[in-house]
């Protein structure tokens, strides 16, 4: 049983779910029971329904009044062909809101998330490894404050989750995939806006 939760109750459950479903600890089609949440969480049932609610309106999860919920499936193939585009396109205009607003702050979030993906690439552990990454471009959108903009990014990357985690699996080494998101801290501590979204671009493909 996971440790009581104390403040931002509903946030921290959803937070949690959300990371173990998009790192594939919870698999795509796994039914969520409310009962079995509230015992892992040490929580009444209200809150959990109140966080399967957010992550529906994610896209995450998928509930039904008969079955109850579960965890959504990824998009195809083809259609994943079409998405990423868009991710790019929303990643790209997220800096563009946030560039000019820039605290060292910002980047210790992002180095913190940075520490924990090199510990996770050292260890094989893909699937902290796909945590890691999918949180570093999560903040990258909320630093946007842009609530209509991460709306659609996280229905997005909802349905492209398991690109994620088959794309690192592709990686020569998995130390690369922390390597690859140097670059576009790099460029934005040197006030370079113009590379940082050169490199954005090229990292989503």
């Not at 929303?90 to 607003?101: G, P, Q, S």
Request: aromatic letters at 8%; glycine letters at 4%.
């Amino acid at each position: 049983m996971e440790p009581q939760l104390v403040r931002g109750l509903g946030e921290q459950i959803v937070e949690r779910l959300r990371e173990d479903i998009f790192a594939g600890r919870i698999a795509e089609g796994e039914r969520l029971r409310e009962m079995e949440l509230a015992e892992r969480f040490s929580v009444s049932r209200g809150p959990i329904r109140e966080a399967l609610r957010q992550l529906s309106w994610e896209g995450i999860v998928d509930t039904d009044r008969n079955r109850g919920a579960q965890v959504s499936q990824s998009a195809s193939d083809e259609i994943q062909e079409l998405i990423i585009p868009l991710r790019r396109t929303i990643e790209t205009y997220a800096i563009k809101l946030f560039y000019d607003n820039l605290t060292e702050e910002d980047f210790s979030r992002w180095e913190r998330i940075l520490d924990r993906m090199k510990t996770a690439c050292l260890e094989k552990d893909f699937a902290t490894i796909s945590e890691m990454d999918i949180a570093f471009h999560r903040l990258w959108v909320e630093r946007a404050n842009s609530p209509d903009l991460l709306a659609i990014w996280s229905s997005i990357v909802a349905r492209v989750r398991r690109h994620f985690r088959e794309s690192h699996l592709e990686y020569e080494k998995p130390i690369h995939v922390y390597e690859e998101h140097l670059p576009l801290i790099s460029a934005l501590r040197k006030g370079d806006r113009d590379l940082a979204i050169e490199c954005l671009e090229n990292h989503i493909r």
